[in-house]
């Protein structure tokens, strides 16, 4: 399981679980990014996500921005 494949699904654990978008994306960020992080694939603990979410910024990007 690749980095993109833990980000899409984090957020669907995140849309499951009623959380807002932007939290679920947030969680799909966290949990991707964790992925990358270590050696094995998929070896991320949910701890690990945890504690990266709080460092993932989501910005607004308005329609045509370059």
Known sequence: MGSG???VAGMAAGIRRGWP???ALRLG???G???AAVWEAADVTPEQAHDLMGRVV?????AGAS
């Not at 989501?58 to 308005?62: R, T």
């Open 29 to 31: 960020v966290a949990c």
């Open 33 to 35: 990014a964790a992925n």
């Open 5 to 7: 494949d833990c980000l």
């Open 21 to 23: 978008l932007e939290e």
């Open 58 to 62: 989501i910005e607004p990007v308005s």
